[in-house]
């Protein structure tokens, strides 16, 4: 079992900056696919951004430019840098993990991980 913990989301003005956090337990956190994904108001969870256990990175569209994933394995951490938020990026922020056995695939779909965080509010106010 995993278990997930999300931290750092808040309320921003348009144009600043968060970080956000997902500590993970297990011992095996370095072989993890770990994603973020978000979900706004009236809106479905949609994808954010992924890394997989060898670091490689995708994210989606609308943020490329403005957010970074990165992991810290001696943390057991992942992280999302936001930068230069916009008010259409507040949403509920979620961190979610699958242990993976084989290949470095990064996933981007939200059906593919096992586990989830309780998720972490972001407000980006214009």
């Known amino acids: 079992q995993v278990q997930l913990v999300e931290s750092g989301g808040g309320l921003v003005q348009a144009g600043g900056s968060l970080r956000l956090s997902c500590a993970a337990s297990?011992?095996?956190?370095?072989?993890?696919?770990m994603g973020w994904f978000r979900q706004g108001p009236g809106k479905e969870r949609e994808f954010v951004a992924a890394?997989?256990?060898?670091?490689?990175?995708a994210l989606a569209d609308s943020v490329k430019g403005r957010f970074t994933i990165s992991r810290d394995s001696a943390k057991n951490t992942v992280y999302l840098q936001m930068n230069s938020l916009k008010p259409e990026d507040t949403a509920v922020y979620y961190c979610?993990?699958?242990?993976?056995?084989?290949?470095?695939?990064?996933?981007?779909?939200?059906?593919?991980?096992?586990?989830w965080g309780q998720g972490t509010q972001v407000t980006v106010s214009s």
């Open positions: 890394i997989n256990r060898n670091d490689d990175t």
């Open positions: 297990g011992r095996t956190f370095s072989s993890y696919a």
């Open positions: 979610a993990a699958k242990p993976v056995v084989g290949g470095l695939r990064i996933r981007k779909n939200q059906y593919e991980y096992d586990y």
